[in-house]
């Protein structure tokens, strides 16, 4: 076991946990953002860079800090290591540029991109990105293609996390698409002609970051935040038969794998699952899921309403109106909100 | 005039060919290696001659090979990376072109300390005639028994393999490059595990550069001692320096570590002074990627100390008035060039060579090229300089290899040393703007 603290908490951990794991043990504001890292999937991460954390001191047999600011989804925690997250500008400031080099050839197409509401890279712009760009060149674009009758990859929008290549790797026989040219002209594609067609290729959509693939079936269907998220089971011979259903009314608009509080989906499903079964009476409907994820989708209307909060948050906002404190002292409504703890 | 070590034999005709290099004094290294010393024993050698890697970066090379695991049951592996791509260095192409043996000598006598039984050289793509080369001398060196099954009658085996690239300067990374020869795309890998506890195949790996391999020849032939003798202080030896640009006699010159840098510059015996009566402007001391000094801090540090071709002196003020010895490509500017030229060129390299891995090099390379574009094209504003300082600065220190910090390291010292160019650059704009 290794002890160490994240911006002033203490936690402990097994031996070989990552600094990123360790912070999500804490939880709420001091965990790294991830952009590639996924925990289901091995090897992942140390791409995007936006985990970046200082290592004020490696550990307690040799204290001295590390050089440079640190993957925390790759590194591993020592005992007395002491991580800055939140707390050191160095790292929001390194942040806050990943965001912006990410941001600068992304199209920015949000308003009809099929991942927005439940898009990291969306949230992470609002956290630590700037409302304007400095960048005054033309972005690079690419053609949309089908890669595969059920996914439609959007280039364009796509951050090389990698995630979806290691699907294919560690979750199919074999592998047909990866990751062409280099530099800002790398792309993901497949081999000449060939489609992404396997029991488990669904599985690039929900682990895709982005908007980059999405699903043909969903495409333009509805804003994910219209849409209800159920969960519900059936007997699958190839998967779990676990999965969230995202309804409107009584209609399937599309079905995906559960994610966790972190995004992550921990038991993929099957395309089965995913494509074939849009009917409500295929599935056994558990209740409503909960959205823990700090996204736009998490702010259920459904949900129950946490009446002593909202009462705060009312005069709060009256305080502002009220001459009383200045606007820029607060957040606004949506963001002041700790998401993961006002699902009730 | 300084020792040679490398070079020696270098004009000597016919010393591609093993008899010619044998006869004078070739696979010395190998046989006092085999037969009379220890593999650790080698190691010690070459951590007593206080070898740095002559690569870039530096590091102590004894050191280097004693963090091998050796606790590891898996197969060990030496690999020289021969992917010189530094734009401005060009010194192990002329050492593996003219002198072919010396790098053969050099994997068989390091192998056999490491215990490697099978090694290999990465070379890029573009010395394809190089590497057919390499490939002869390979060939000569298992017909007389110094590669294969029982190198000398000893119980000592080696089988050596050359290994092209495909063009690309990440593959000189060396985790790059230990991908590319698995057959792998060339991404960098994120460290640690270091190489030498899982390098090639997930198994103890050694990299070197194919001048400090070389160098252990002399090293194992006269010993560590006597090798830390030549030099000053912690850069000892001898290093090969490509001297290029406006010079009168470019080329590659086997230095004493700690030759004077304004020596170097101006005797006939190495550059030859500035071309054309001209006078010195800048000068990139170690390849592409390290940072421009001006005359005045290039000649002298900060301190007026008169700087030296060491690790150390040149490095001295860190990068606010220092450099780095780097691999040594001595990129020299006349009073005529232009730094902000000088540097879009390097900006477009590096945007066009980023693996595009991880998220502030592959898209702040670009970025830089561009906004260096607009002060080239006379469409800069006044605004892009601090811009440009402030997308380095995102890019440095925040990436997975250090292509980010090559890429970042240049602009950051033209702008730190040259803003006036920059300003003129805008300045021109303007003019350009009111035609």
Redesign the interface.
Known sequence: MAKLTIDGIEVEVPDGTTILNAARQIGGKIVPPAMCYYSSLKET??????C?VKVAQGSAKDPRPMP??V?SC?TPVADGMVVQNITSPDVLE?RK??V???L??HPLDCPICDQAGECDLQNLSYEHGLSTS??E?ER?TFEKIDIGDKIKLHMTRC??C?RCVFVANQLTKERVH??L??????EISTYIQKAVDNDFSGNMIDVCPVGALTDRTFRFKSRVWFTKPMDAHRNCSKCSGKVVLWMKGDDVLRVTGRKDQHGEVKEFICNECRFEHKNINDWTVEGPRHIDHHSVISQNHYEKIDLIKLKKEVERQLEFQSGKKHLTEGNGLTQTDNHENNQG | MGRKLLLEHINEPGIQTFEVYRKKGGYASVEKALKTMKPDDVTEEVKKSGLRGRGGAGFPTGMKWSFIDKKSEKPRYLVCNADESEPGTFKDRYLMEKIPHALIEGMITSSYALGAKTSYIYIRGEYMYVAMILEKAIEEAYAKGFLGKNILGTDYSLDLYVHAGAG?Y?CGEETALLESLEGK?GNPR?KPPFPAVAGLYACPTVVNNVETIAAVVPIVNMGGDEYSKIGVGKSTGTKLISASGHINKPGVYEIELGVPVEEFIYSEEYCGGIWKGRKLKAVIAGGSSVPILPTDLILKTAKGEPRLMTYESLADGGFATGTMLGSGGFIVLDETASVVENLYTFARFY??????????C??????ME?ILHRFRDGHAKKEDID?LWDVQ??IE????CPLGDAAAWPVASAIRHFRKEFEEAVMNSLELAHV
Not at chain 1, 45 to 50: A, L, S, T
Not at chain 1, 181 to 186: L, P, Q
Not at chain 2, 397 to 400: E, L
């Open positions: 991460g140390g791409k995007c860079r936006v970046l440079k600011l993957a790759r390194a540029g990943v912006e080099m990410l600068i050839n400095r960048y060149f690079r951050i090389l990698y990866g990751v040219d280099r530099g800002d002209r790398a | 690309a990440i795309r994120l945007h066009h060579e980023s693996c595009g891995q991880c998220s502030p592959r898209e702040g390379t670009g970025w561009k811009l600065r995102k220190g925040n990436t997975i």
